[in-house]
Every structure is written in C-alpha cells, then in structure tokens.
C-alpha cells in the first residue's frame, strides 16, 4: 500500500505539470551542432527547452533513438543524467564523442604533438612551392555520343560568369547538347586547385593539369591500414553509376592522396596512449571523415555539403586537404569540450535496440525526448556506410526500425507493418521505463499520412497519447533544403513534437474520428491569416493539419503532403511559395 501511496503522489505532482504548447526554436550555429555532421539533428537549444520544461536537475533523461548524441549533450549541460541508445555503431561513437568528459587542455597538447608530426607528410601530399593545396576540384569526363570526342564537365557544363551548372552540355566540337545521364563516363580528374600561400593570407586559384597534383599517389603505396568495406548493390543507396564509376568498396569513395592521409591519421591516433583523449581524436577524425571523401559537391554560387540521404558522386566534387580539415574540425571540438568540461550533468551510450532498452529499469525515467526514424525518409546504416567502415563495426540492416522495400527478405526487407511493430514495440519499451506521470516528447515529420497513422497506432499500443503537439524549428534550411525548396519541392527544416503522457492501452481494432473537409478548411484558413509567409507553405501547413490531427486524436488518413497541397489550391492563392487567403476574403 506504502508503493501504491508514493506512486500515487508522484502522479499528482507530475500532473500538475501541463504540456509545453509553445513552439521550441533551435539554430545550427552552436559549437554542438557543428562539432561532427549526422543525418539527422535536434538543435540543442531546443532540447534544452525541453528538458527544464520537464525536468528537475538529477532527472534521469531518456533517448532510445539517440542519434547524434544531442539529448544527451542538454543533459548534461543542464545537469540532468541521461541514457542513451542506439542500434548504429556510427551513433554510438558520434554521441559518446559529444558527451564524454575530456580535458580540453591536454586533448590540445596531444592533438599539437601528433599534427606536429604530419608536417613532411602534408607538404609531400598537399604541398606546392610558396604554399600548399586546401583543395582540389575534380570534374568527370564523358565520351561524346556523336563523335567520341572527350567531354569535360567542367568545360562544358558551369557556365562561371553566371554561376551556375548548366544541364545539358556538348562536345568540344559542337555535338549536342546531351543530358549527362545519357553519356558514357570515363573517368574522374583534378581541374582547379586552391592554395593557401605562406608568404600572404590571400588564396591562389588556378587550373590543374590531367595529371597534375590531384594524381601523384597511388593506392598501392599507402603504408596503413585503410577500410574496404564492401559497397554493395542490394544496399537502399547503391545506384549503377556507382558500378560505372568503379566505387565497389568504402576505400573508394576517396582519392588515393586523401585516402593515404586518413589512414596515416588513423594509424597515429590508435598508438595515443590515454583512452579519453584517443577516443575524443577519433571523434575529430569522423567528423572529417565525409568531408574528405569525394561525396562534397562542389557549387559555383554558394558552399555545399555532403548530399545527405544519398551516396551520390557529383560531376564536380571537391578534394580537401586532410589535415587542413582535421585541424579545423580540432579546433571546433577542443571548444565544444571547454563547454561540456565542467558541466554538472552526466551520460551513458548504448549501442542497442530500442525496442529492447534492457538496460533502463521499469518506472526509473523522469522524461523521454526520441527523434525516431521517419519511415522510410533515411536509410542510416547507408548513410552512416563511411564512419562505420572506419570503425569497423556495421549496422544490423535487418534490425533498423526503417521502411526498407528494395531488400530481399534475407536481407531485411521491411514493410509499413513491420516498421509500426517495431515502433509500436519501442514505445512500449519507453512506456514501461517512465516513471509514473512522466511525459515523453515525440518528434517527427513524414509527407506520408500512412506513415503518421503507423506512428499513431505505435502511440496508441503503448499506452500514450498525445496531449499536444508543436512545432520544432531547427532554423534556416540546409542547402540542400534551399536548393530544392527553390523548386518548390518537400522541404521543410521543422518537425512537430508530440508530448505523450500515459493514456489507455488502444484495443488493437480502435477507430478514430474522421474529420471532414470543412473541418481542415477552416484550420487552414485560421492559420494562414495569422502566419507570415515563411509559415505559410505547404510543409508548414501539412504539418499544421497533422498537429490539429493529433491534438484532436482524429485520423491521419487521407491527409498526405498532396492532399494539402490540392486542398490549398483550392481555397487558397500562392504568391511565390507561400499560402495567402483569395484576394476577395475579408
């Protein structure tokens, strides 16, 4: 009775904590954000937000789907404890390279003493008289479909003045134009250097011959160990053009120069004596790793970044100087470790499943904040492919909590079923650490409004429900996001968060109310009228229909990305990309 009595007075005091409506505003221009890229990531800002919302200092915070690390990285910022998880290898060494405790100082010491040693390496790699390269850009060739003529991407295809790629191109001697993806690829080469030169801080740019710089090295000189992982064609990202391009393992997704200097990085970091400080460099190393590699597309008008959700090679990549990269990246992650120093939370990382968080006892977790996987918007151990060939430890494809239809069923194929039992057995497991009345926060986002419907019925098997939802605004879209919202294209660079409390286990067979057209109709036209038109597209306003959803426990169904988008057009005027209520409408 005693139990029962405590639990009972825990309950009511949890309870008089309402659930945050308010919108949680993040940026990605923090230390945490920029000290190691990952496909996926929640501002810290806005964690923060949320965990003093719901938490106490000494609150045990729990994410099963950590990621990169951040809830964790808040955690202990704000002097919380958390436990973390994740069935990623690559996650696992992301979120304990952001979390771990470790002397800024003597991680700079070790740091300079082991660089120091790669000055006769770098300028033997990267060196040229008065300076040394920070980067190379490399241009695909193509064989012309007319006359066999070679074809330069790099000629034929940015226009400079204007900045921009043209998409069709032609031969030196006037054939075409031809779509790229209609020619025969030949091979990839060096076309334009830029130098840092030691007499002067300005930079030098000029072109590079065919077998200039970029092609001194040769794989087969390489002294260390390098990765060569299989990139294999039933994987999500394998495409043709990899086959093409002769991209059959990890180690070729380098240029032989920077695939030498990462292994001889890697080499020196292993022999680093004290575990903190070897794991903390490690952590420089991968996040430098994708930068290094040949998935940095170069762009005439703006800087870019790796393609995420994709292993795509562009026509025009760019090869950056190694060590200038890890020094970079050092310099970032030594201030990040300042911060986290003497910070008063604490954090512990599991690699596992979260449908199985064995480790976490019933009713011990004060808040649950999860950034799951959104269906099938991002294949992780395909994305994560790079960092963990370095690690060498590989995700458990079949066991990712993904919509995966191009595996075989060996292999791991899952479908929208498979994907909500797993997640409905996930939020079990997070319903079964909570202690009584705590609140988990859910974030999310999907175009699909089957998807949503899966994630609901997950909600609904656990024993949650939603009590709000709001929005998680992670600040300016990427480039990859400007690029393609520039197309009007479904981009969004927000999520909505779900607050779930304990509720009544649905039976498994549960309707939800339908909601009428004139319903959503209204709430559009609420919502657009008090909105500025950066609130106002479609992916803000399909979000707004999910979170009015979800608030009212009604069915997602019917709701897509698409039928927003035609209902909209329908009620609605677009003047650019943004929603505005008929011109006629008082």
């Known amino acids: 009775m005693v139990d029962l009595y405590h639990r009972q007075l825990a309950l009511d005091e949890a309870r008089s904590r309402e659930p945050m409506t308010d919108n949680i505003a993040g940026g990605k221009g923090s230390v945490f954000y920029r000290a190691h890229s990952y496909h996926t990531k929640v501002p810290v800002e806005g964690l923060i937000q949320l965990i003093e919302y719901y938490t106490d200092p000494g609150d045990v915070v729990l994410d099963p789907f950590c990621g990169s690390g951040q809830t964790g990285v808040a955690a202990v910022l704000t002097g919380r404890h958390a436990v973390l998880s994740d069935l990623s290898p690559a996650a696992v060494h992301i979120a304990r390279g952001y979390t771990a405790r470790v002397d800024p100082d003597r991680f700079k010491q070790v740091a300079s003493e082991l660089l120091g040693g790669f000055g006769p390496l770098e300028m033997d790699l990267y060196g040229v008289p008065g300076g040394r390269i920070e980067y190379t850009v490399w241009s695909d060739v193509y064989r012309c479909l007319t006359c066999e003529h070679e074809i330069l991407f790099w000629d034929a295809a ?39 030169l030691d007499s002067q801080a300005a930079r030098l740019v000029r072109p590079v011959e065919a077998a200039g710089q970029g092609s001194r090295v040769e794989r087969a000189t390489i002294p260390h160990w390098y990765p060569s992982v299989p990139w294999e064609s039933w994987r999500e990202m394998w495409r043709a053009q990899h086959e093409v391009q ?4 990890s180690a070729d997704f380098f240029t032989a120069r920077n ?45 870019t970044n790796v393609l995420s959700s994709t292993m795509y090679l562009a026509s025009l990549n760019y090869e950056f100087n190694v060590f ?6 050092l310099a970032t992650i030594t201030d990040m ?37 959104f269906g099938s918007n991002i294949y992780y151990s395909d994305s994560s492919f790079l960092w963990e060939a370095w690690l060498g430890e590989q995700t458990d494809v079949a ?23 797993a997640m409905s057995r996930a939020m079990g497991e997070i319903s ?35 009590e709000a939802a709001v929005v998680m605004d992670k600040g300016q879209a990427s480039f990859k996001g400007l690029r393609h919202e520039d197309k009007g294209e479904k981009v969004a660079n927000f999520d909505l968060v779900m607050h779930l409390a304990a509720g009544t286990q649905a039976s498994p067979n549960a309707q939800r109310r339908e909601v009428d057209r004139a319903e959503i109709e209204k709430e559009l036209r609420e919502y657009v009228a008090h909105q500025p038109a950066s609130r106002r597209t479609t992916p803000w306003l399909h979000s707004q229909v999910m979170r009015y959803l979800l608030a009212e426990g009604a069915s997602p169904a019917g709701w897509s990305f698409a039928a927003v988008e035609s209902l909209c057009s329908e009620i609605l005027e677009r003047r650019g990309n943004a929603w505005n209520l008929p011109v006629n409408r008082k």
């Not at 998409?167 to 091979?187: I, Y």
């Not at 200038?324 to 990246?329: A, G």
């Open 158 to 196: 940015v226009d400079h003045e204007a900045g921009a790629v043209l998409k069709r191109l032609s031969c030196p001697v006037g054939h075409g134009p031809f779509k790229k993806t209609d020619l025969h690829w030949l091979r990839s080469q060096p076309v334009q250097e830029n130098i840092s």
């Open 399 to 421: 066991a990712e909590t993904v919509v995966n239809r191009r595996l075989t069923a060996e292999l791991g194929r899952t479908t929208l079923d498979d994907y909500e039992k």
């Open 324 to 329: 200038s990269l890890f020094r970079r990246k």
């Open 246 to 249: 002769g991209i059959v393992t």
């Open 432 to 466: 079964r650490v909570m202690r009584p009345g705590a609140w988990a926060s859910l974030q999310f986002h999907n175009s699909d409004d089957a998807v949503w419907s899966s994630i609901q019925n997950a909600v609904d098997s656990a024993g949650l429900r939603v």
């Open 259 to 303: 695939l030498y200097a990462l292994s001889a990085l890697w080499n020196a970091i292993g022999q680093v004596e004290e575990d903190s400080i070897r794991a903390g460099l490690r952590f420089v190393f991968t996040a430098s790793v994708n930068r290094a590699s040949r998935r940095y597309q170069w762009h005439p008008r703006r800087p």
């Open 337 to 373: 470790y300042r911060q986290t120093w003497d910070a008063p939370g604490s954090c512990e990382v599991h690699l596992g499943a979260a449908e199985q968080i064995a480790w976490v006892a019933d009713g011990s977790v004060d808040y649950v904040f999860t950034d799951p996987p």
